[in-house]
């Protein structure tokens, strides 16, 4: 099994940063696994964010989101990272993050087989 578990969400200011770990966990993960992050705000359904691939580190991101955010990995610590820069408060929501079976990055949340419980991130105008 793989446990992910994310931490750095918290409230702040429009224009602030945030930086969002996620730490995975269990004896089946691999560092070939890609790793996404999707975002659920209230009434609204789940999201893609940003996703980075397992062996090569490529990445991908939601149209609004791009230049803003990065998605990194860090493979010794099996913990992929989300800087969030220029935030927008309609970017509050709880931020999700999932890994998945396979090499390649993925957009979809049905293509991710492990999920994180969430951490929220609140943006105030």
């Known amino acids: 099994q793989v446990q992910l578990v994310e931490s750095g969400g918290g409230l702040v200011q429009a224009g602030g940063s945030l930086r969002l770990s996620c730490a995975a966990s269990?004896?089946?993960?691999?560092?070939?696994?890609?790793m996404g992050w999707f975002r659920q705000a209230p009434g609204k359904e789940r999201e893609f964010v940003a996703a980075i691939g397992g062996t090569y580190g490529s990445t991908a991101y939601a149209a609004s989101v791009k230049g803003r955010f990065l998605i990194s990995k860090d493979n010794a610590m099996k913990t992929v990272y989300l800087r969030m820069n220029s935030l927008k408060p309609e970017d509050t929501a709880i931020y999700y993050c999932a890994a998945r079976i396979g090499d390649q990055p993925k957009l979809v949340g049905a293509d991710y087989n492990y999920w994180g419980q969430g951490t929220q991130v609140t943006v105030s105008s």
């Open positions: 269990g004896r089946t993960f691999s560092n070939r696994y890609a």
